[in-house]
């Protein structure tokens, strides 16, 4: 069965632009949670989807935000990018519920110039 | 304070010696444990899943929770230079009430370095 897969694997930015990341999550898995991970604050829950719904939201801006498609791909949106923006973004999938075993992908590198 | 410490080391050891990382954690409503491992530039691999006190053995991982003093460590038996990587705790409540879904929260990371 394949894994997670996410595109693109680096994208570079400018301060102000906006981006747009895609996630494929294992076949059969409707749940797909985004994290970001930077050097200084470790791996941070962004959001949850399940079924087109979001179900769970971490503590980030407005400016971050997602959406899933009925196939259960996901695609997450950073608008007016920030320098602190500059980090690996990972999805994770899972079956469906929430205690279910989270598989992550080999996630986006963003770097904000 | 952070809800999981992890303490970030690195840590060093020579090949063949027994590796012990650990999480504490403050929520008592955390439920389930998790251990991945993170290679440079990969994403994070599930190594050890356990929701009960006690010990979990999978080959030379052996995971222990002990939720009365909210602590929880994995050991590595006889590790060897392919284990170097960044090991991370991650912990989960249980969603009776739908509060947590997909909300995995992590320690910092330890990264280890086992040299031949």
């Known amino acids: 069965k394949a894994g997670v897969t996410q595109t693109p694997r680096y994208l570079i930015k400018t301060r102000g632009q906006q981006v747009t990341l895609s996630c494929s999550p294992i076949?059969?898995?409707?749940?797909v949670s985004w994290y970001q991970q930077t050097p200084g604050q470790g791996l941070q829950f962004l959001f949850e989807y399940f079924s087109e719904t979001q179900r769970n939201k971490g503590n980030f801006p407005g400016r971050f935000s997602g959406r899933q498609f009925s196939n259960s791909r996901s695609e997450m949106n950073v608008s007016t990018l920030e320098l602190g923006d500059s980090a690996l973004y990972l999805c994770?999938?899972?079956?469906?519920?929430?205690?279910?075993?989270?598989?992550f992908g080999p996630g986006t590198r963003l770097t904000v110039l | 304070q952070k809800e999981v410490e992890q303490d970030p080391g690195p840590l060093s050891v020579p090949e063949g010696a027994i590796v012990s990382l650990n999480c504490t954690y403050s929520n008592s409503a955390f439920q389930y444990f998790m251990w991945y491992r993170q290679y440079s530039r990969k994403g994070p691999e599930l190594l050890m899943y356990?929701?009960?006190?006690g010990n979990k053995e999978d080959g030379r991982f052996t995971a222990q929770v002990d939720k009365s003093s909210k602590y929880i460590s994995l050991f590595i038996r006889d590790s060897q230079p392919s284990d170097s990587a960044t090991y991370l705790c991650?912990?989960?409540?249980?969603?009776?009430?739908?509060?947590?879904?997909?909300?995995?929260?992590f320690g910092q990371g330890t990264i280890l370095t086992v040299h031949p």
């Open positions: 994770a999938s899972s079956l469906e519920a929430d205690t279910d075993t989270q598989y």
């Open positions: 356990t929701y009960s006190s």
């Open positions: 076949s059969g898995h409707r749940s």
């Open positions: 991650a912990m989960t409540v249980s969603t009776a009430g739908g509060t947590s879904y997909g909300k995995l929260t």
